[in-house]
Structure formats: C-alpha cells, structure tokens
C-alpha cells in the first residue's frame, strides 16, 4: 500500500490554516475557531468520498482505504495547529 498524495494534503493544509489563522483575528471572528476546525474536517471527508465516488476502480475503497484515512488526518492537523496557534497568538 502506497500513500499517494498525503504530502499535498500536508501543504495544502497548512497554507489553509496559515491563511484562516490569520483571517478570523483580522475578522475579530477568533469565536468560530472550533466551527472552522470541525467544517474543515467536514470538507475533507467530503473530498475523499468524492474522489472515491468519481474513480473509476470498482474497489476503491477497498484498497485505499489506509490512504483515504491518513490523507484525511494529515490535512486536518496539518490545518488545525497553526489556525489555533495564529487565532492565540493575534
């Protein structure tokens, strides 16, 4: 088993949460950030079972399933810990 693309979730990750982190205090919106982290788990649930549901490899699931968890994780903290950092520290 191959994990795919966990380092762009990584990225991806941390510039979303780099750039919330400092949005909400610049929105005086700091309050929200456990709405946020919880949307932002939401979504990348959302994504991994859109990507399961447009391939075209009838088990998907099956075989990807270590990949679609550790992707999911890896975005999620990789977002949540500098969102809380920032919205702390501003």
Do not use: R
């Amino acid at each position: 088993m191959k994990l795919s693309n966990t380092t762009e979730h990584l990225k991806v990750g941390a510039i979303a949460g780099i750039a919330t982190g400092m949005l909400l205090p610049i929105l005086h919106m700091e309050p929200l950030w456990l709405a946020v982290i919880i949307a932002a788990f939401v979504l990348m649930v959302l994504f991994e079972l859109w990507q399961w549901k447009v391939s075209t490899n009838p088990n998907y699931l099956k075989l990807k399933w270590l990949d679609c968890i550790v992707d999911i994780m890896a975005g999620w903290i990789s977002f949540s810990v500098p969102m809380v950092i920032l919205c702390s520290m501003l």
